[in-house]
């Protein structure tokens, strides 16, 4: 492939993942629509109902690409393991720490984890243009729930630190398996396994093994229909809608690209906290967005096309050295 078709691939990529996050972002509006249900029943329709609906349209796919998901069936539990745990400790963080803590820890931390697991496991070297976008995502990130935290905190009690040390800790396991079943996902398609099929493997099995925890946690759910229709959206857009394009984006950018583009996520969320649900948002929250937005831009912007040599001029030098004669050292 050439470089300008590596490079539309890889934009085609990003602009998957950023769909995702976008449709990711409004989980918490739409969560706001079913009080009565907790966050571990949010999480585990939506990444439940969410990775089975995923494996049920890659069937044929799924079959055709079994042997290869068998020669990798260590990846394909790592990744599955995964999105078991993700669910419940990044609802329950925002539960324990508060969502402006959870979010910043869970979501804000991945993409360290992933440039981890990639440089370590994979031997990939990390971009001054990755670092620098991830920089400023991070404090975008930081500033965001930290004007979250402060509004959240003007009429309500403070959380105890005991309370407040568990979310984040739930918070920081959340970030790793983020990053994990992303590099999982991505280590099977960058392994010849096609996206729809890896990520209806991984989620798939994932989403039977959260069925439990759904027949558990799940009646809320089933209580009124409001809360039916809320929990249908979570599964339907965005973990199964979500996801597909978020499989799609990892087909052709790393890992550690892809959790840095989805700090997109809480950037929307508070946009929508303030148009829909009619929340304030504090001038540093508009900074920490446009920090965010910044971050985005810088990590899928073009890259410059490289100078490509002189050719004339080194074959004059090629010449100028056949007949100039050698000197002895």
Do not use: K, N
Not at 82 to 102: D, E, K, Q, T
Not at 191 to 206: H, K, Q
Not at 212 to 222: E, F, H, I, K, M
């Amino acid at each position: 492939m050439t470089g300008s078709g590596r490079g539309r691939s890889a934009g085609a990529g990003a602009l998957c993942v950023l769909v995702a996050s976008v449709l990711w972002g409004t989980t918490g509006t739409a969560a706001t629509l079913a009080p009565g249900v907790g966050p571990l029943a949010i999480g585990a329709v939506a990444m439940g109902l969410g990775g089975i609906l995923q494996a049920l349209t890659a069937t044929r796919q799924i079959a055709r690409s079994s042997a290869a998901l068998r020669d990798r069936r260590g990846t394909v539990v790592l990744g599955a393991v995964s999105v078991v745990v993700y669910p419940p400790a990044f609802y329950s963080s925002m539960h324990l720490a508060g969502v402006a803590v959870g979010t910043v820890v869970s979501i804000g931390t991945a993409p360290l984890v992933s440039a981890l697991i990639e440089r370590v496991v994979d031997g990939r070297r990390l971009t001054r243009r990755w670092t620098a976008s991830a920089a400023l995502g991070l404090l975008g990130t930081l500033l965001l729930c930290v004007a979250e935290a402060a509004r959240a905190g003007d009429g309500a009690q403070a959380a105890s630190p005991a309370r407040t040390l568990l979310g984040i800790g739930l918070g920081l396991v959340a970030a790793a398996t983020y990053a994990l079943y992303s590099w999982a996902a991505h280590r099977l398609i960058t392994r010849g396994v096609p996206s729809r099929a890896a990520m209806g493997a991984v989620f798939g099995l994932g989403g039977l093994l959260l069925l439990p925890v759904l027949l558990v946690t799940g009646a809320p759910l089933v209580a009124s229909w409001p809360h039916a229709a809320v929990g249908a959206y979570m599964a339907l857009v965005p973990m199964f809608a979500g996801y597909v394009l978020f499989g799609r984006g990892l087909a052709r950018v790393p890992a550690s690209t892809a959790t840095t583009l989805s700090l997109l996520e809480p950037a929307v969320a508070a946009v929508l906290a303030v148009a829909v649900v009619g929340e304030r948002l504090p001038a540093a929250g508009w900074t920490g967005i446009a920090l965010v937005v910044a971050c985005l831009a810088v990590l899928t912007a073009p890259a410059s096309p490289r100078r490509r040599p002189d050719l004339g001029a080194r074959g004059r030098a090629d010449r100028d050295s056949v007949s100039r004669p050698a000197h002895a050292d």
